[in-house]
């Protein structure tokens, strides 16, 4: 953009990411049982296991037989403490998020 990164360092205080997802349509979602190999490909511990159901889509009139209506946005949000490292230094993108992750 042109911009000093001197400038940025002082003006920035987070940076945010926005996604879009879609929603399950409340009238026709279905609950489920997921098996082990669903739950452990998600990273929940195996205590768990027993106490989750998941929700899926099914189809109704009210979605247009797609199974969402709507959407949901999700954020993460990194707030800026003290010096980050620059992309004009050829950094890798896994070097940005463990800096971040050695930060807190």
Do not use: D, K, N, S
């Given at each position: 953009?042109?911009?000093d990164p001197g400038l940025?360092?002082?003006s920035l205080n987070c940076i945010v990411a926005q996604r879009?997802?879609?929603k399950l349509c409340d009238s026709c979602r279905e609950s489920?049982?997921?098996d082990k190999d669903e739950l452990a490909a998600v990273g929940l511990p195996?205590?768990?296991y027993a106490h989750t159901h998941l929700f899926r889509p099914a189809g109704?009139?009210?979605c247009a037989f797609t199974g969402y209506s709507g959407r949901v946005g999700l954020f993460e949000v990194?707030?800026?403490r003290g010096e980050i490292p620059w992309p004009d230094r050829a950094l890798h993108r896994g070097d940005?998020?463990?800096s971040r992750l050695t930060a807190g």
């Open positions: 953009m042109g911009v940025i360092a002082t879009l997802a879609r489920y049982v997921p195996e205590f768990e109704c009139e009210a990194m707030p800026i940005l998020r463990r």
